[in-house]
């Protein structure tokens, strides 16, 4: 982190390298060789010595030397190093793990700098040094609150920073606290589908609670919803939101399907269950829509199958089947699945017959009566009577 920030070291060399590069570099090869050297007549300031022994330390990894240097330059608060000593201080705090002192140390760069514009960049990396601070002993609660004391303009930001470092230490609760707050401050932001998408992926962390990120998908596809009908954001990020909603959701549906076949029974399944719902009922313009229905379906007919109680079980069956009879007439699904999805409708309704005391006789609601025989509605009864004999399963 504190090597990285070569702005920033710019920022004040540029003011100094006439009067004292040569110096500096003098200092420094002595450092770097072992050599002594004496100060050459163009090194005016005994701060910049200082700060270049401090360089040249930092470099070699020394940081305990390189500290001890930058201290002794912010000795003088008149010289031009001042700040940027300090902000390598609160770099190499922080590098030793001493964050409550890196906070602090940041905290009054931060501050020192923030009306200097010449200090813009030294600034913009204190703040940002301090959120990486932060993220190490503070608390999500909080957060915003501390960073308006930092810089009441750019605290959000610094917020948003703070989620994002929270997610990717793996700090999958503290993030989760922090995306929430992101998004009270701003429910209308740009990057609002974005922050409930990173929630989910937190959520998805924590194997026990499975069914919190199902709760955490669910929001995601109603935050789509409604931020397209609101016309709430851009084109460009509305569509962005709705594509990342309908791929979360639809590929969560089928990894929980695929999980319960495993299993054979549990919480995956009904996890499952709970996303295709979701996802079909709020993407029914998706490309895999069919597709995405006939695994539904298949899902349905799992369940049902784990559960033959006569209470519960002519439901789940009546259920599969409203399904399989629905997927028959979308135009979209392929033949051979068209041909299947109609032989499991009058399966499930037999079932769902059979846990009904035996009945023989269709109900109401099996088959809607059509008047062309020849459709694909008329073949599934004509199928269905020719195949009403032998109790049958999928």
Known sequence: MWIAHSAVRGSWLGATAGATALGILAVTI?????????????????????????????????????EREY??????????????AMYKIGCIEHALQRYGEALETMFRVAEGTQRDPEQHGLHRAATKDFVRAYAEIGRPETAYRSFRRVDREDAF????????LYQKQGKHDRAIAAYHELMTLAPTHKNVC???????????????????????????????????????????????????????????????HVESVKAESGDPSARAERLYEVYLDAFPDADDFADTKYFYAELLWSRAESNWSPRHGAERWERVATVF?????????????????????????????????????????????VSDPRGTLGRIDLWSRSHWAEPRHH
């Open 194 to 256: 974005l922050w409930q998408s990173e929630i989910v992926h937190a959520a998805l962390w924590n194997v026990a609670g499975n069914g919190e990120a199902v709760e955490q998908v669910v929001r995601l596809v109603r935050l789509s919803r409604s931020l397209a009908t609101a016309q709430a954001l851009p084109a460009a990020e509305l569509k962005a939101c709705h594509d990342r909603a309908a791929a979360i959701s639809g590929e969560l549906a089928r990894a929980y």
């Open 71 to 84: 201290r002794t330059v912010i000795e003088r608060p008149e010289s031009r190093a001042y700040w940027y």
């Open 325 to 369: 009879t629905s997927l028959v007439e979308l135009p979209t699904l392929d033949a051979r699945r068209r041909q299947e999805a109609a032989q499991a409708a009058v399966l499930a309704w037999k079932n769902a017959g059979e846990l009904k005391r035996g009945a023989r006789q269709r109900s109401a609601a099996w088959l809607r009566v």
């Open 30 to 66: 002595s450092v770097l060789t072992g050599q002594p050297a004496g100060p050459p007549p163009e090194l005016a300031r005994v701060a910049d010595a200082h700060l270049a022994l401090a360089e040249a330390y930092l470099e070699r990894d020394a940081l305990a030397l390189a």
């Open 157 to 164: 930001e610094m917020l948003e920073l703070l989620a994002d």
